[in-house]
């Protein structure tokens, strides 16, 4: 059979996705860590937030903190309740104050609810259980979002036992360095480079339901990118190693450009370091 | 708007022609013998429509009554209802899905469809488990023994048509290029937006005469569609989605005909069902497959029952076996009703479910037709019996065997449709009745759902009238109610009930007018004018504020005219839809976790897309090739006035830019019909 196509097809017109995600051309907050990043409930933890502006890293003093108690709801998509972005009792002021989580969160944001008539709140991909911690700083809002140390449920008493024993709260990881050059040509592209110890990736065992058994599982780490100018390959990289790249190209026009490296565990463990680099000189 | 003026004008001033051309066909007509406001439109008129790309069952999607339907789904929302309320029907046997991926392609090929019956609301006592519509596609193989091959840029047809003594075998086959030919020439984001279909369909119909006036149909139809698609490659971190729908349905069509008005119609079919999607986005994931077996048996004997009574007895009946497995997050795939944004990432929990679900579902029914001069009454009742069977009532404790649940749930669904001949050129109708339909296996599950639901209800309610202008245009304005009850939704108690992440106290109210024009004379012009005017809402619980439903769509109007001549054909098609409702994104905060801004939701279904508007153009000619063989040339030209239709609305990582995904540019498609 003879056969004949014709197919005029425009380019499909790719909508505007507005500014990158690395590109720090506003105030921003770019991180929170808590220290520890997970503790059982009622335990207290030091908090520090990242923010940053397009002139560089801005004064976080003015931020306001509080503790969101109210769990998410099966109607809502979000990663917190729409009650925590609602009015909250502050609990601190600063820019690193420590908060305690609630006594009762591994009932309202964990397994154990309060009534066995009652659903249990389902995990995370890691086993892990979250309490929202509300920062509002220069008229933005964020969350961390605090581990807890939850009893495990739907397992065998062995299983329990065991867990309890293997189980060692999460560790924030740790930037050991991250570099780059103190300065670039306008246009240049340069390799920004973080990495950290062995340590950062920590093995914690999972409990898979399904097997009733526990299984090691090493951390998974990845690294989001922030720049005040240039461009960056990637918004975020995944860990190579015990280290992630990312390539930048510097903007044509001459000044400092501030960058920050947010490195993020699989349980919710945070560290951030900050570079700068002139470009057109020194 | 103004686009639909010429057209309009075209119609009208044919109608006088018309009449002086007796034998003309309708090219979309009204069955009034069926069900009140029903639609029918041939197959062959069918697949000349523009913007069908040849396909008889794609115009369906443009038949009165249908919302415009979003880009890339081939979701059919009939009357305000939701897709999965409408039921879809291949001779009499439920299928679960008409469309390949992106609704440009049918399941069914155009040469073996007789005619497309669409019964938006208020349908007789024959059909249940809908609580929106019925669409049925009434099948028949070609009568002349003849091979096809026909081809596309969307996808490559073969079919084969033969007799084989009395009776005749026809096979079919269809193997998607779309993902071939166009795949190449779209950008990397434009496939991230609108993932290009790989699908294949099968079909075999045997027709064996028995006794005269008696004959058994055999039919195979068989579908399959796949596709995946990486996302967002300003990251390395994997995120994508993916999907698989395959099934196949076997079936045994009987159908006597006893004298002019009895006859007996028996089909029974066996069916296999493979559903499974999945998408990701780093440590998240949300993935579901489902396999189900399937069995339906419906028989219906008519006979003239007494003078100006005619009856209809039957049954119906439909049982099927799902086996369910689910893990990944509650709130993703995202259901009717839920606040999202186009692109959002599966939610962070993690469960999972094995389940499996019998459900069962008998109906008798009786409709008699009775001729009271000016009037006609159809009274019809129907007696069904619901029954389901879920594998576990709470989820699965350690040590402990799952504890099933089933429940029988008695059905009595009256159903009354009044037509009345005012005058030789005037009808009116009214039609009423009650409606349910099973829940969905998939809201079984004891950790994602309800294993406990029951059936939702609906009371359907229509009247209007039809008025023949002249002989050959004939106007129709109906109205319609529908509302619904005992709509799973998801529970919105800040700590749910075990096992009832689902609970039954939606409510929904689908109202409006639909106005139809119709040519149904035939000859060289044949065509319509609807507009359909309608509101839909939802009230998810008795607490909550009536929102609109996610997929309303209060204006759509569709005008499309075909001019045939020897053999060359001209159609065009215009559409003209209000845009479906959206949350907007009002603020965003920082989730420190996930790394990533969150959106901050104003009021739910408050703002709309961008309405939508297009014109279709389409061309044919044949060519007689000699000894009976012959050419078919098509062309296509879809949104031909380049319109920027908005599909949806796309946010910028930090939500603070708004901007719409385009929907298809100016898109030509020419296509080859070899009739050997």
Known sequence: MRRALLLMLAAACAPDFGSPEFLVDRSRVLAIQSVPPEGLPGSSAAYRVLLAGPTGPLDASSATWALCTSPLSLTETGTVASECLGELAQAAQGAAPALSTSANACGVFGPVPSSITRRPRNPDATGGFFQPVRVQVDGLTAFAQERLQCPLT???????????????????????????????????????TVSWPQSSAEIYPLFDPAHQQLNDTAEVLDVSWYATGGSMAQDRTTANGLSSSNTWTAPSASGTVFFWAVLHDSRGGIDFAQLQTAVGGP | MKALAPLLVALAASAAMAQEEPGLEASI???????????????????????????????????????????????????????????????????????????????????????????????????GRALGGVLEVEMSAPDVAASRLAVDPLDAHASINASLGDGQLFGGFRYSLVDRIVGPALSET????????????????????????????????????????????????????????????????????????????????????????????????????????????????????????????????????????????????????????????????????????????????????????????????????????????????????????????????????????????????????????????????????????????????????????????????????????????????????LAQAFVQQGTGKSYGVQIVARWQGGGPLSGFVSALISRSERQDA??????????????????????????????????????????????????????????????????????FVALDLTAARSFELGDGRSLRVYLEVENATAHENAEDFIYDSSFTTRNIIQGLPPLALLGLELVL
């Open chain 1, 154 to 192: 739907l397992a065998t008493l062995a299983v329990s036992v065991d867990f309890q024993q293997r189980y060692k709260a999460n560790q924030n990881p740790v930037i050991e360095s991250f570099t780059g050059p103190a300065s670039v040509a306008p246009g240049a592209q340069v390799q920004l």
């Open chain 2, 190 to 497: 434009a496939k991230e937006l609108f993932p290009l279909p790989r699908y294949w369909d099968g079909q075999l119909v045997g027709t064996i005469p028995l006794r005269s006036g008696e004959k058994l149909e055999l039919l195979f139809f068989g579908s399959s569609d796949s596709g995946t698609r990486e996302l967002n490659a300003t990251t390395s971190v994997s995120r994508g989605d993916s999907s698989l729908s395959r099934w196949g349905r076997l079936g045994l069509r009987y159908k006597r005909t006893l004298d002019e008005a009895s006859d007996v119609t028996v089909v029974a079919w066996a069916g296999d069902d493979l559903q499974s999607q999945g998408s990701f986005s780093g440590p998240a994931f949300a993935n579901q497959t489902s396999w189900a077996q399937s069995a339906g048996l419906r028989a219906s004997y008519r006979t003239l029952f007494a003078e100006g009574l005619s009856l209809t007895l039957g049954a119906d009946g439909l049982f099927t076996h799902t086996h369910l497995r689910r893990a990944g997050s509650l709130t993703t795939p995202a259901r009717e009703g839920d606040v999202t944004f186009f692109g959002q990432p599966p939610g962070v929990d993690v469960t999972s479910d094995d389940w499996t679900v019998q459900q069962g579902d008998f109906a008798l029914y009786a409709q008699g037709d009775l001729d009271l001069g000016r009037f006609t009454v159809t009274p019809g009742l129907r007696l069904d019996f619901a029954a389901t069977d879920t594998s576990a009532i709470v989820p699965t404790s350690v040590g402990s065997a799952p504890q099933g649940s089933s429940q029988l749930e008695p059905f009595v669904e009256p159903r009354l449709q009044i037509a009345f001949r005012a005058t030789d050129r005037l009808r009116i109708f009214a039609a009423g009745g009650l409606h349910h339909q099973a829940a969905a296996p998939a809201d079984l599950s004891a950790a994602f759902g309800a294993p406990t639901l029951g059936s939702s209800s609906a009371g359907h309610f229509t009247a209007g009238g039809s008025y023949r202008v002249a002989r050959p245009l004939t106007v129709e304005a109906t109205g319609f109610l529908r509302l619904e009850s005992d709509l799973a939704t998801r529970s919105d108690l800040p700590t749910p009930v």
């Open chain 2, 29 to 127: 007509e009204a069955d009034r013998k069926k069900e009140p406001a029903q639609t029918s439109l041939r197959g062959s008129e069918a697949k000349d429509l523009a913007g069908a790309h040849g396909d008889a069952v794609v115009a369906a999607q443009m038949l009165p009554g249908v919302a415009r339907e979003p880009a890339g789904t081939g979701q059919l929302v009939v009357w305000g209802a939701a897709p999965n309320e409408t039921r879809l029907l291949i001779d009499g046997i439920e299928v679960p899905a008409l469309y390949h991926g992106g609704g440009l392609r049918s399941v069914v090929p155009s040469e073996l469809v007789r005619r497309l019956e669409l019964a938006p609301a208020a349908f007789g006592a024959q059909w």
């Open chain 2, 542 to 611: 008795p607490t909550v504020a009536t929102r609109l439903f996610d997929f309303d769509q209060p204006v759509a109007l569709t005008a499309a005219a075909s001019y045939k001549w020897d053999r060359n054909l001209l159609g065009a098609r215009v559409r003209y839809a209000s845009g479906f409702p959206r949350t907007p994104v009002i603020d965003s905060f920082f989730d420190s976790q996930q790394g990533r801004e969150e959106p901050i939701f104003g009021a739910q279904n408050s703002v709309r897309l961008p309405a």
